[in-house]
């Protein structure tokens, strides 16, 4: 199962070779929440592997992204005990616009009347 969070990059990470085959990166965002007029700041740790070590490198800190991951749990047992490890596993990144401010219009028109061509008569019908 997949999922995705939209949030602003605080850091990044240099790639760690763990061993001759496999290596990691870490980034951190910040997801802010507005619950009952209290902002709450939320920074969540993702990990990413392999050739997928290098989606984070176009973006710089302080950008808006999403950020598109799974959630992987490992059992890992030592000297008799056991623990379990959670990790979140980003897989793609993409840049996101800041939401606009209050009252300002999010998709402005641009947009200009078409002109008719040359050899297009435009509203001239015959009928």
Not at 20 to 34: G, L, M, N, Q
Request: net charge negative; no cysteine.
């Amino acid at each position: 199962m997949s999922f995705e969070i939209t949030g602003k990059l605080i850091v990044k990470y240099n790639t760690v070779q763990r061993s001759e085959t496999f290596k990691t990166r870490e980034f951190v965002i910040e997801k802010s929440d507005d619950i009952n007029g209290r902002v709450i700041n939320n920074y969540i740790k993702f990990q990413s592997v392999q050739d997928r070590t290098g989606i984070v490198d176009r973006f710089n800190e302080g950008e808006n992204v999403k950020v598109y991951f799974n959630i992987k749990g490992t059992r890992w047992e030592k000297d008799g005990k056991v623990n379990y490890i959670t990790n979140l596993d980003a897989w793609r990144m993409e840049s996101v616009m800041a939401a606009p401010a209050p009252g300002t219009d999010p998709m402005p028109n641009y947009s200009t009347p078409s002109m008719p061509s040359a050899g297009d008569p435009g509203d001239d019908l015959p009928f």
